[in-house]
């Protein structure tokens, strides 16, 4: 939590099974920019995968919003930004307030590969048995020093993908109820989330004032990957 007393504030949400470590640089960046800048740990995450099993897609989003209504106590201006699921939840929690002034969705996550829908879909008759399964890839961070230093559990049980599957079902049935002005920030070398995925899901966004943005440097967490640069600067204008 990064706070000077600005006028200004945005809560920031992380991914799947990572920490706020993937939006620290960005909430540095903004904070130096007259932001106070808030990057929770949600529900189950930075813990043991036990914790994250035994976490639900409800306490996720009741922590961001809690998170969110807190912030807007304290600043007459409040947006929200998330990076892969936590974008899924800062879609959610837009589509609920029609008054947020800003929404800024990093690598959004709110279309599963059919791989991953299938895995939810039948997560009763093989969690229990598999286990955790390993998830880590070379491919989300391209950099090798960053990708080192990520906390991200590096693997993922059928409770929790099964979980992470209602959420993005919730949150793609949203994206027409966002009246807030958004800019969506998507890899064309993701290896999580297609292009085409991201701009469906914009083309689904009904609000009138958004923007796409397509870099083509770093995986899918392009907060720490190679020209994350141009991924502060585009949120920093936006906002």
């Known amino acids: 939590y ?5 006028e200004r504030g945005i809560l920031l949400l992380h991914g799947f099974g990572d920490t706020p470590q993937t939006l620290a640089y960005l909430a ?15 529900p189950g995450h930075g813990r043991n995968i036990s914790a994250m099993d035994a976490s639900s897609h409800i306490e996720w ?7 969110l209504f807190a ?16 974008g899924s939840i800062a879609t959610i929690l837009a589509a609920e ?8 969705l990093i690598a959004p996550y709110l279309r599963m590969p059919k791989r991953l829908r299938w895995l939810s879909a039948t997560s009763g008759l093989w969690s229990d048995v598999v286990g955790p399964i390993h998830s880590r890839t070379t491919r989300s961070i391209l950099d ?8 991200a559990y590096g693997s993922v ?12 079902n919730k949150a793609r049935r949203a994206l027409p109820e966002i009246t807030a002005p958004t800019l969506l920030i998507q890899s064309e070398t993701d290896n999580r989330i297609s292009a085409q995925s991201a701009r469906q899901a914009f083309a689904e966004l009904r609000t009138e004032s958004k923007k796409l943005v397509l870099t083509h440097e770093g995986g899918h967490v392009i907060t720490v990957d190679y020209g994350r640069e141009r991924v502060f600067e585009e949120v920093r204008a936006w906002l």
């Open 157 to 168: 049980t059928g409770k929790s993908i099964h979980e992470l599957a209602l959420l993005v």
């Open 28 to 42: 540095r960046y903004l904070h130096e920019r007259a932001f106070d800048v808030r990057v929770p740990l949600l």
């Open 97 to 104: 307030l029609r008054d947020l002034p800003s929404l800024v």
């Open 61 to 67: 989003l009741d922590s961001a919003r809690a998170e």
């Open 71 to 86: 912030m807007r106590a304290r600043h007459r201006w409040t947006a929200v930004g998330g990076l892969s699921m936590g």
């Open 144 to 151: 090798p020093v960053e990708r080192e230093a990520n906390l």
């Open 2 to 6: 990064l706070s000077a007393g600005n």
